[in-house]
């Protein structure tokens, strides 16, 4: 029996969601808290890969097994075990032919940032930080050259293991709420380090420093000395993947209701 199950953690405290010897992460906990209730070893294979300190509110990931359980016990039981900064938000069973990872269409993030004139302290680790003033017209209109399919290798980091570079940028939203600024992306697949890059980017040219044709600029060059540095991953959310109708997917959960600005790039 293949199941599917959607996901929410805090990245912080992790090195990312794939297990690696000597760190703690998000998949390790996962497996240990489901072996614990299915009293048996399983293994998970998840949408999208999550870097060290970025966060997911619906990551989903299939699994087979054969214990038969109801769905609210599997996210129940599994839950027990897991640690307060990761949870099963939902279970569903899905055909045999399912793939967590090849079956998702496109898959979106969620930037939070905060505009303050010092750091953010509750929000630390939650929320991406920038003193200076930014103006959101700028900023899309650079992030209008993003859009269409494209050959983003100046905005993948050098340990990107992506047999292509070129991607197809669905969406992109860019909105206010109080001090904190909402940044959504909605791609086939992303890059390591893509969205923290463009980010990196859209900040440049939002605060000033650049104009919203220099990133077109970038696009181009196919170099990542082209681009901004790196952004912070304090603010990065995996707001999940996008599947055909037909597997009957939840692309909404709780989670999504914590980010201010609701979900801007809604199914």
């Given amino acids: 029996m293949r199941l599917a199950l959607g996901i929410s953690y805090r990245g912080t405290a992790y090195h990312g969601w794939q297990c690696q010897a000597g760190v703690a992460s998000v998949q390790q906990v996962l497996e240990e808290a489901l072996a614990r209730f299915a009293a048996a070893p399983v293994r998970v294979v998840c949408a999208g890969r999550t870097d060290t300190g970025v966060h997911a509110v619906n990551q989903v990931v299939h699994l087979d097994t054969p214990l ?53 302290v509750l929000e630390s680790g939650a929320a991406g930080w920038v003193f200076r003033p930014l103006d959101a017209q700028r900023m899309r209109e650079a992030a209008a050259h993003l859009l269409g399919e494209h050959d983003f290798t100046s905005f993948r980091s050098a340990d990107c293991q992506a ?62 000395d082209a681009a901004a540095p790196t952004f912070a991953p304090d603010g990065l959310y995996f707001l999940g993947p996008r599947y055909d109708a037909r597997h009957n997917l939840p692309q909404r959960v709780a989670a999504n209701d914590w980010l201010p600005g609701g979900d801007a790039l809604e199914p």
């Fill in 68 to 120: 038969d359980r109801a769905a609210f016990s599997w996210v129940r039981g599994t839950n027990r075990f897991l640690p307060a900064d990761v949870g099963v938000q939902w279970c569903q069973r899905v055909d045999d032919d399912f793939h967590a990872r090849f079956d998702a269409r496109a898959r979106r993030y969620a930037y939070l940032l905060r505009e303050s004139p010092v750091r953010p």
């Fill in 163 to 224: 047999r292509s570079p070129v991607k197809q940028m669905h969406a992109i939203g860019i909105r206010r709420q109080g001090a904190y600024w909402r940044f959504d992306f909605e791609a086939s697949a992303f890059l390591h380090h893509m969205v923290r890059n463009l980010m990196g980017c859209l900040v440049a040219v939002g605060s000033g420093t650049r104009e919203p044709d220099w990133l077109r600029e970038v696009l181009l060059a196919r170099d990542r």
